[in-house]
């Protein structure tokens, strides 16, 4: 049986429509989670806290060392609380937030012991807050 050119030109067609709306249902079925729930409202106050680290210098510094985030105090204020968190970009169901508690004095160094997480791109970010002011260090890490 020979099939001419228009038969084989409708037969593409079809099959090129088919392709395209299998794909479409398929992108649409894909969970796609954001890294915030109030991204928007975080980004506005992220200038500010990248404005109040600036003023600080490089006085409090945060490490990573093996299994351990080390935060190095040299300014000459104290940190009495704040928040260490480690973010997973790609799932923010792994994501684990500790509150510190142990006053950090000016001139210590504190060093808090990781928890067990999955290999993947990560980022760990100390918060504090003193005089009214919001103070944000961050650093990524393969793990």
Known sequence: MKINWGT????FAIAFMVFV???????????VPLVEENYYEKGLNYQKQIDNN????????????????VLINASNQK???GKLGYYRPSDPQMD???VVSTPIEPGDTASFMMPELE???WKVSFSW???NKDYLLEKEFER
């Open 8 to 11: 084989k030109l409708a037969f």
């Open 21 to 31: 709306v299998t794909m479409v249902v398929i992108i649409s079925r894909q969970d």
């Open 54 to 69: 600036q003023s600080l210098g490089n006085q409090v510094v945060l490490n990573l060392v093996q299994n351990e985030v």
């Open 79 to 81: 940190i009495e609380t």
């Open 96 to 98: 684990k937030v500790e």
């Open 119 to 121: 290999k993947g791109k």
């Open 129 to 131: 807050k003193w005089e």
